[in-house]
T-cell receptor, first 119, second 113 residues
Framework: AQTVTQSQPEMSVQEAETVTLSCTYDTSESDYYLFWYKQPPSRQMILVIR??????QNATENRFSVNFQKAAKSFSLKISDSQLGDAAMYFC????????????????FGPGTSLSVIP | DVKVTQSSRYLVKRTGEKVFLECVQD?????MFWYRQDPGLGLRLIYFSYDVKMKEKGDIPEGYSVSREKKERFSLILESASTNQTSMYLC????????????FGPGTRLTVT
């Protein structure tokens, strides 16, 4: 069974600095998707970034980028030029690329990392 | 923009009450989910629906049931609420197919006393 681990329950970063959130996962599959979701306090969870395992290039979305190391099963999120609005709980998630309509293709979430941004 | 709404942000119920949590999405998504979120445990899947009237159990279905009579609406039912069901409940929807992300509702914080 797949598992997702986030070893940092809490992290903090100074405004305008860079922070990296760690995520490791365990799977025997070769094709899958990885996601980082952000859940601001009292607000809806939203997708930050997505990585397809078959793509070697690391995904980037503005100030957010990932370091995807497939062999090491590592998927870290780097936030550059941190802003106060980046303060949130961040969840790493795994989804198999194999899907069947009649059975749910499970998304495995890590326990989350709570990020604080210090002004 | 995809919009997923949940019927209540906060709910307080007594032990033994029947509780209904409703979720509505407006993007014609085939898949809908109910999760429970607890500190340190991440999100745990309660039930999944891949089509109208179709459902699959997730990791922690005990004590819960669901209903999906219309494509846009997915309801979670606690038949007899217990204190260990005090939690944050998140609904999500997703387009069917590879690689699509989930869209989440704002959550319902349920307290059972």
């Amino acid at each position: 069974a797949q598992t997702v681990t986030q070893s940092q329950p809490e992290m903090s970063v100074q405004e305008a600095e860079t922070v990296t959130l760690s995520c490791t996962y365990d799977t025997s599959e070769s094709d899958y998707y990885l996601f980082w979701y952000k859940q601001p306090p009292s607000r809806q969870m939203i997708l930050v970034i997505r990585q397809e395992a078959y793509k070697q290039q690391n995904a980037t979305e503005n100030r957010f980028s990932v370091n995807f190391q497939k062999a090491a099963k590592s998927f870290s999120l780097k936030i550059s030029d941190s802003q106060l609005g980046d303060a949130a709980m961040y969840f790493c998630a795994y989804r198999s690329a194999f899907t069947m309509k009649t059975s749910y293709d499970k998304v495995i979430f890590g326990p989350g990392t709570s990020l604080s941004v210090i002004p | 923009d995809v919009k997923v709404t949940q019927s209540s942000r906060y709910l307080v119920k007594r032990t033994g009450e029947k509780v209904f949590l409703e979720c509505v999405q407006d993007m014609d998504h085939e898949n809908m989910f109910w999760y429970r979120q607890d500190p340190g445990l991440g999100l745990r899947l309660i039930y999944f629906s891949y089509d109208v009237k179709m459902k699959e159990k997730g990791d922690i279905p005990e004590g819960y049931s669901v209903s999906r009579e219309k494509k846009e609406r997915f309801s979670l039912i606690l038949e007899s609420a217990s204190t260990n069901q005090t939690s944050m409940y998140l609904c999500a929807s997703r387009r069917e197919g590879q690689g699509y992300e989930q869209y989440f509702g704002p959550g319902t914080r349920l307290t059972v006393t």
